[in-house]
C-alpha cells in the first residue's frame, strides 16, 4: 500500500461484545484500505468458572516473515480472571484491513480476534479504536 498523502476519513470506533464463553470472536474485521489502531481492550468476567477465565488476543493476518497468508499473530494472553474482576489492555497497536495491502497478491481480511474463557465464563468485551479510510 502506498503512503497515504489524499483525503480520507478518520473515526473513533468501538466495539461491544456482551457474554462471550468459550469461542473464538472477531473484535474487528478489517476491510481493505483500512488502517486500525487499538487503544483499549477491556474484559470483564462476569461469570468465572470453576478455575478462572484465560484467554488470548490474536491477530490472523500476513506473516511477513514466511510470506505467508492468513497466520496466527499472537499478541498476549488475558490472565485468569475471578468473577466480577477486569482485565485492561491499553497498549496501542496498528493494523492493515486486508493483507493485500502488504503483499500486493493476496485480498485475504486481516481481523484482531479474541479466543478462550470457559464453558461458564462469560466475557463482556469493549473495544476502542481509530478506523482511518483511505480509500
Sequence with gaps: MAIPTGSGTEGLRSALFNGISDQT????????????TVLSIIVHNAKAGT?????????????????????TIQLF???AMAQGETYVWNDKFSFY???????????????????G?????????????????WT
Excluded at 478455575?51 to 488476543?57: K, L, N, P, W
Excluded at 511477513?64 to 497466520?71: F, K, W
Excluded at 474463557?117 to 479510510?133: C, E, H
Design 51 to 71: 478455575s478462572g477465565a484465560t484467554g488470548s488476543v490474536y491477530l490472523l493476518g500476513y506473516d511477513a516473515r514466511a510470506s505467508s497468508s492468513a497466520q
Design 77 to 79: 494472553d488475558i490472565p
Design 25 to 36: 470472536v472477531a473484535l474487528i474485521t478489517g476491510v481493505r484500505y483500512h488502517i486500525y
Design 117 to 133: 474463557g470457559g464453558t461458564y465464563d462469560l466475557f463482556d468485551i469493549t473495544v476502542s479504536y481509530i478506523d482511518q479510510d
Design 97 to 115: 484491513g486486508c493483507e493485500n495491502d502488504v503483499t500486493q497478491s493476496t485480498t485475504t481480511v486481516q481481523q484482531l480476534n479474541i479466543t
